[in-house]
């Protein structure tokens, strides 16, 4: 089992930025890949960034191209997502996931964390 636990949500300004954590207990992260998700209430969980199990590949919603970076720390168990110039259509429920199988859909992902809010206003 894996347990992932997402941190550094909260509320911001139009142009700002944040940086989401996910850590990982149970097991070693270094095997699966990550991906991060993010969701509006009433809406469909959406595919945001992945990472491959190494960190060597990744791939990014058209939506958040050039503005946000994911990235992985094998060593301290941990995942991150940079999310730079937000706007408001950011607003949403963000959520990483671990799993075996390189993919941008939610039914690959076997581990899920509880989500962070991250808010932009205007």
């Known amino acids: 089992q894996v347990q992932l636990v997402e941190s550094g949500g909260g509320l911001v300004q139009a142009g700002g930025s944040l940086r989401l954590s996910c850590a990982a207990s149970?097991?070693?992260?270094?095997?699966?890949?990550m991906g991060w998700f993010r969701q509006v209430s009433g809406k469909e969980r959406e595919f945001v960034a992945i990472?491959?199990?190494?960190?060597?590949?990744?791939s990014y919603a058209d939506s958040v191209q050039g503005r946000f970076t994911i990235s992985r720390d094998n060593a301290k168990n941990t995942v991150y997502l940079q999310m730079n110039s937000l706007s408001p259509d950011d607003t949403a429920v963000y959520y990483c996931a671990a799993g075996l199988q390189y993919g941008t859909r939610r039914e690959v992902y076997d581990y899920w964390g509880q989500g962070t809010q991250v808010t932009v206003s205007s």
């Open positions: 990472i491959n199990s190494s960190g060597g590949i990744t």
């Open positions: 149970g097991r070693t992260l270094s095997s699966y890949v």
